[in-house]
């Protein structure tokens, strides 16, 4: 048998994260080191997976399988294809540089970690998943953790709020798709979780099954994909932020430590769009043809309403919040789209979005460490004694406009360029407006990026340039050494997937080809 | 036969032995009576697993009185298994744990609830009943200088006479139409009978006021809060559990033996469709009500109806998923809810108070206890890797295995509404200061032992489910 190295990388935090718990509390300095280990190793595996998938083969690779409740056709089912290995990478990452940002976290720092890599440990197993039990499983590991870690290490201000919240929408969200899932799992009449033979059973018509309704005296016949696709969808698609289920979404960015909002943003966040994408539409293709245009609509009021919302706040952490919600609406504009430039641009979108996001993020969390404060209006001249920040920021800011030569422009180009075109795309068999739409809806989302431009300047400007206050002089001081260190892997990994788009771009491919042969096109 | 009757025969022993020790040893000793009890409970589970396992068909004894299949035996290891750990909890109460009379009364009933679980005729099932009920309502008011715990003992023989004589007219009126008091004899005189439908119908729903009381199903679930809050700690999490256990085993075994579908599989349409109305009803009242508590026990109290509610979704469904669904959902409930009420029972020992407000701070007073509470909640909440996420999902999908997708709906958004207020007692013990923070919180060793079982119980079944699954479903693979 082969090494199980997905196993391996998903257990891995979740075993770290139980030695930690071992640990004497006051031992601070050894647990900050086991979690870096742990960390590290993460990442090395999980970049192993990336550089080691063979594209020339595609398909599911490094799968493993090993029953849990026959019975019922459970069984623990991992692998990896051109969409889920970029993500797995990206998790490894942002797992490492968070825990490189939240060296200085001296309240209960072993259980902080412990509950950091439980969390990772749930996204991995989400991100991994062939079966669809055992995403569920691993979803509601990733999401609970989130709880406590806002409500105990976050901003003291709105942390119990806003982690309730955040819990209440992810599980409503979570048990509706569930409920979607239990229906697929007894309708395809296969006995089993697996996704891949539901997949098949639904491409040989298990799911052509007519519903008839009789609502005030209309009687509506949808077929079992159409019911089922929006509520299965958008069940995830709320932890991917979507329009009108979003709000949650800043409110906990906020709220969060720095570390916390990194994965929350970074990861948890594509989370959710890649369960919708697996569980919503790689099952239920038609569902998704039928109900392609109201996706569109709510995927376009996420990028354009995300971007003005971001345009107007005056707290540096909720502009990041929103500008989050606005570049996850590119994810969903590039699924919705259903055309295949738009399927390899969300996927290269979700990991960019992520790394950006994480890096915003920390250099949020850098400077609000120093200065205390958050309003924009009241900060200024960072550069001067935080270089690194300022220019690791502006790289991200340059990503987030979908400058040529950052990862965004890879990723946001793809994005538009499918929605243009996606009234001729050939799996797009419901099309219902005229055929100028489609570059309409490109052009209305492309305006966003002026927006971006917009809000990410101002704060270039406002925070780390200009005068520095008074009431500053003095206590800023320059970054760690592992800030530094984290700050600069982030921005790295941007411009290079900037430069060579061939790091990622084909081994996405492989991905989108095998979902765009669920919607039968080739 | 011996066989078939293992488990009760060596609960008498056990109780025999109590009542003789408790005599001849002096008071000082009589705590070790709880020892004594939890081992019994070990012993016989032993035993019986070992020995006393039904085969493939089942036996009837007594002239079909008793029946000795899997739903019998897994109920009974159930009753069991919570007679020991509530023993451990009951040790070192001060008013419960050396009196002699408290470990016989919980033995007695324990008798009970097994033979509830094997009664297959409707004589035995009364007197298995009672002989559960007569000693839980003595316990429920064990404490004769607490005023609330003397009501609640009153209020539970008051609504359990009650329901018990609305029961047993049901049952006369059975008889009457079907001319046999056995229950897997009653569908066939029923259906020969000359007066079937409505009557049939409407004194089943007689007997289901007697059941649904033991269970704490909506409208005949007054009782429950004031008895929870009343009865020692201790009692309440056998209360809640053992006894609502026993209570569905004769549920799901009268309902589908003797009420079965038209097609002689699952049961009466009609009678579904009041048990799924009714399920959602509870469900929705217990968790809605559990939002306004402050005291916690009053909160565990509305969430096991709340949790009977699930697990009547399970029953309705009465296909055979449905019903390994409710017997397994059954089983991660004995362990969660017994794990939630020990650490109810330490924390009311020390603090004083039940009130939720007084566990403020207490994971800096006891980090342990505080873990424990967070396992056993969030096992409540639907949480994985724990026993109560796998158990909330098979129930729902029995309910949409069984087109019943609006009660599944309703399922789930109600096990939101519980993720909200068992958070709120978790922010409570991990966020909120108080100023008794230095006072450590003494867990003695018997708690200690059982607060580690049911742990390490919740996260097993939560993460490895195969062996569990096989006995649930072999308990319900008994109906069908």
Redesign the interface.
């Known amino acids: 048998m082969d090494f199980p190295i997905l196993s391996v990388i998903v257990f891995t935090p979740l075993i770290a994260g139980v030695l930690l718990l071992m640990v004497p509390g006051e031992r601070k300095d050894e647990i900050r080191v086991g979690a870096l280990g742990a960390a590290g190793f993460a990442l090395l595996l999980s970049l192993w997976v990336y550089f080691g998938y063979d594209k020339g083969a595609g398909g599911y690779q490094f799968v493993e399988q090993y ?6 056709g ?1 069984s623990y089912y991992a692998g990896v294809d051109g969409m889920n290995a970029p993500l797995v990478l990206l998790t490894g990452i942002v797992m490492f540089t968070g825990v490189l940002i939240s060296w200085n976290i001296d309240d209960r720092p072993r259980e902080f970690f412990a509950f950091l890599f439980i969390l990772a440990t749930g996204v991995f197993g989400v991100f991994v998943a062939l079966d669809m ?1 055992m995403l ?3 979803y ?2 990733a999401v ?1 953790p989130m ?2 870690l806002i ?2 290490w976050g901003w003291k201000q709105t942390r ?1 709020y806003a982690a ?1 919240k955040l ?2 929408f992810l ?2 969200g979570s ?2 798709s ?2 979607g899932a ?2 697929m ?2 309708t395809s009449g296969e006995s089993t979780f697996d996704m891949l033979k539901i997949a098949e059973a639904a491409q040989a018509g298990a799911f052509d099954i007519q519903y008839s309704f009789n609502i005030l005296g209309r009687t509506f016949t949808p077929t079992f994909q159409e019911f089922w696709f929006p509520l299965v969808f958008l069940g995830f698609a709320v932890l991917g932020g979507i329009f009108p289920f979003h709000n949650w979404s800043p409110d906990g960015h906020v709220a969060a430590p720095t570390a916390v909002s990194m994965f929350h943003a970074g990861v948890l966040m594509k989370l959710g769009a890649f369960a919708a994408l697996r569980v919503g539409m790689m099952l239920l293709p038609e569902g998704a043809q039928a109900w392609m245009p109201a996706l569109i609509f709510f995927a376009l009021v996420n990028v354009v309403y995300g971007a003005f919302i971001a345009m107007v706040q005056t707290d540096f952490k909720y502009v990041i919040g929103y500008s989050s919600v606005s570049h996850m609406g590119l994810v969903m504009l590039g699924l919705a789209s259903l055309s295949r430039n738009g399927f390899i641009g969300a996927g290269v979108q979700m990991f960019s979005h992520g790394v950006m996001t994480a890096l915003f993020f920390a250099a949020v969390g850098m400077v609000y460490d120093r200065a205390h404060t958050r309003d924009i209006p009241r900060l200024g001249g960072m550069a001067l004694k935080m270089p690194i920040v300022a220019v690791a920021f502006i790289i991200g800011g340059l990503v987030s406009m979908g400058m040529p030569g950052f990862s965004g422009f890879v990723a946001e180009f793809p994005i538009f360029m499918g929605v243009w075109t996606m009234a001729s795309s050939p799996i797009n068999v419901h099309w219902p407006f005229a055929g100028w739409v489609a570059p309409l809806i490109a052009i209305v989302g492309a305006i966003s990026i002026v927006v971006t431009a917009a809000y990410i300047i101002r704060i270039v400007r406002r925070v780390f340039f200009g005068p520095m206050p008074a009431e500053f002089e003095g206590h800023i001081t320059e970054t760690t050494a592992l800030d530094k260190v984290a700050l600069v892997i982030l921005a790295a990994i941007l411009v290079l997937l900037g430069v060579f788009p061939s790091l990622m771009v084909p081994l996405v491919e492989t991905g989108v080809d095998s979902v765009m042969l669920l919607f039968g096109g080739a | 036969m011996i066989l078939a009757l293992l488990p009760e025969i060596l609960l008498l022993v056990l109780a025999g032995l109590v009542l003789v020790l408790d005599m001849f040893w002096k008071d000082d000793r009589d705590r070790n009576l709880g020892w004594l009890t939890a081992g019994g409970a070990l012993v016989i589970l032993l035993v019986s697993w070992l020995a006393g396992r039904p085969g493939e068909e089942p036996i009837q004894i007594w002239g079909g009185m008793v029946r000795h299949d899997w739903l019998a035996f897994v109920f009974k290891s159930i009753a069991i298994f919570g007679m020991g750990v509530t023993a451990l909890f009951s040790m070192d109460r001060p008013d419960l744990g050396k009196k002699g009379e408290y470990y016989i009364l919980l033995v007695i009933s324990t008798i009970g609830m097994a033979l509830m679980a094997a009664s297959a005729d409707l004589i035995m099932l009364f007197l298995a009943i009672e002989t559960t009920s007569i000693p839980l309502y003595v316990l429920a008011g064990f404490i004769k200088t607490d005023d609330r715990s003397t009501e609640a003992g009153f209020k539970y023989l008051l609504f359990g006479a009650m329901t018990s004589s609305v029961m047993l007219y049901g049952f006369s009126l059975l008889y009457g139409f079907a001319g046999t008091s056995d229950l897997y004899r009653l569908a066939q005189g029923l259906a020969s009978g000359s007066l079937t439908g409505m009557p049939v119908i409407a004194s089943a729903l007689l007997v289901l006021v007697g059941f649904g009381f033991k269970v704490a199903v909506v409208p005949f679930h007054f009782w429950v809060p004031d008895v929870y809050e009343g009865s020692p700690t201790p009692v309440t999490g056998f209360l809640s559990t053992a006894s609502k256990a026993a209570g569905f085993a004769v549920l799901v075994r009268v309902l589908l033996a003797a009420f079965p579908g038209s097609f002689g599989e699952g049961m009466d349409a009609s009678l579904a469709s009041v048990l799924a109305a009714l399920a959602a009803v509870t469900m929705t009242l217990g968790n809605t009500i559990a939002l306004a508590q402050s005291n916690i026990k009053r909160l565990l109290a509305y969430s096991s109806i709340a949790h009977a509610g699930y697990i009547l979704m399970g029953v309705v469904a009465a296909t055979e998923l449905g019903i390994t669904s409710a017997v397994f959902y059954l089983i991660a409930y004995l362990l969660t809810n017994l794990a939630a009420f020990g650490v109810v029972a330490i924390a009311g020992r020390v603090v004083g108070s039940d009130e939720i407000a007084a566990y403020a701070g207490m994971s800096r007073r006891s980090s342990g206890l505080s873990l424990v509470l967070l396992v056993a909640f ?1 096992s409540l909440a639907g ?3 724990l026993a109560g ?1 796998i158990a909330k ?1 098979w129930v ?2 029995a309910a ?2 069984a087109d019943l ?1 609006w009660l ?2 309703v399922g ?2 109600n ?2 509404i519980g ?2 207020y068992y ?1 709120i007692v978790l ?1 409570v013990v ?2 909120h200061r108080s100023d008794k923070e230095d006072q450590p919180v003494m867990v003695t060793r018997p708690e200690r032992l059982a607060l580690g079982i049911l742990t390490f119980g919740i996260l097993l079944i939560g993460t490895i ?2 062996p569990w ?2 006995f649930a ?1 072999a308990a319900a693979a008994a109906l069908f």
């Open positions: 029953q849990w409740l026959p019975a019922l459970i039990f569920f499983f691993f509601e590991i609970f709880y406590l409500a105990i119990e309730m819990t209440l599980f409503i048990v509706i569930l409920v239990l229906a799992y007894f | 969030l949480v994985p890797p996420f999902i729902f999908a949409v295995e997708v599944a709906f789930v958004l096990a939101i993720v909200y958070l922010k991990y966020l489910f195969a699954w096989g479903d």
